[in-house]
T-cell receptor, first 113, second 110 residues
Framework: DAGITQSPRHKVTETGTPVTLRCHQTENHRYMYWYRQDPGHGLRLIHYSYGVKDTDKGEVSDGYSVSRSKTEDFLLTLESATSSQTSVYFC????????????FGSGTRLTVV | QQQVKQSPQSLIVQKGGISIINCAYENTAFDYFPWYQQFPGKGPALLIAIRPDVSEKKEGRFTISFNKSAKQFSLHIMDSQPGDSATYFCAASINNDMRFGAGTRLTVKP
């Protein structure tokens, strides 16, 4: 997806280990979001950022933290991964909050064993 | 509690037919209602969106119908094509709070 890159694309980790997922954008958009996608639940917002060092919690933020030290990078950290955090994680960006739509990355498939 | 309920979970349509996906929402403060299309291995992509002051919006073969009093909106895909086979998500948002439906997997048979 042009302008937004997620890394890694796939990761398998063990329960209890810390994991960091990275979202990088080249669009200079103010707003960045982390979602998780699970069957039967659609996409659920974990955290979002409205500027450098400005972040807020979403619907399912427990067990996750985020950081944004530069406009282009938004990191999602699982401090101590659990099996319930096995999911596909999507980063999204938008220029004017939710209006005009989000641009999503290609996702990171995380498996916690 | 899911604030946006989407149905059906899956849908099979013949090529050339009409695909209809329905969504209902709870929060009357929502002011933006987009639909996203997702292909396997890809992130969702914005398809079409509507605001509550409009009852219908059409873009090509895709139409959103919006019923504010019933708190419902739907996506109609006319002349459905095999290339339309994907998962479709409705969503509703206010400010930075965007809630998604659970998704509908559409299969268009040739």
């Amino acid at each position: 997806d042009a302008g937004i890159t997620q890394s890694p694309r796939h990761k398998v980790t063990e329960t209890g280990t810390p994991v960091t997922l990275r979202c990088h954008q080249t669009e200079n958009h103010r707003y960045m979001y982390w979602y998780r996608q699970d069957p039967g639940h659609g996409l659920r917002l974990i955290h979002y950022s409205y500027g450098v060092k400005d972040t807020d919690k979403g619907e399912v933020s427990d067990g996750y933290s985020v950081s944004r030290s530069k406009t282009e990078d938004f990191l999602l950290t699982l401090e101590s991964a659990t099996s319930s955090q096995t999911s596909v994680y999507f980063c999204a960006i938008s220029e004017v909050r939710a209006e005009y739509g989000y641009t999503f990355g290609s996702g990171t498939r995380l498996t916690v064993v | 509690q899911q604030q946006v309920k989407q149905s059906p979970q899956s849908l099979i349509v013949q090529k050339g037919g009409i695909s209809i996906i329905n969504c209902a929402y709870e929060n009357t403060a929502f002011d933006y209602f987009p639909w996203y299309q997702q292909f396997p291995g890809k992130g969702p992509a914005l398809l079409i969106a509507i605001r509550p002051d409009v009852s219908e919006k059409k873009e090509g073969r895709f139409t959103i119908s919006f019923n504010k009093s019933a708190k419902q909106f739907s996506l109609h895909i006319m002349d459905s094509q095999p290339g339309d086979s994907a998962t479709y998500f409705c969503a509703a948002s206010i400010n930075n709070d965007m809630r998604f439906g659970a998704g509908t997997r559409l299969t268009v048979k040739p």
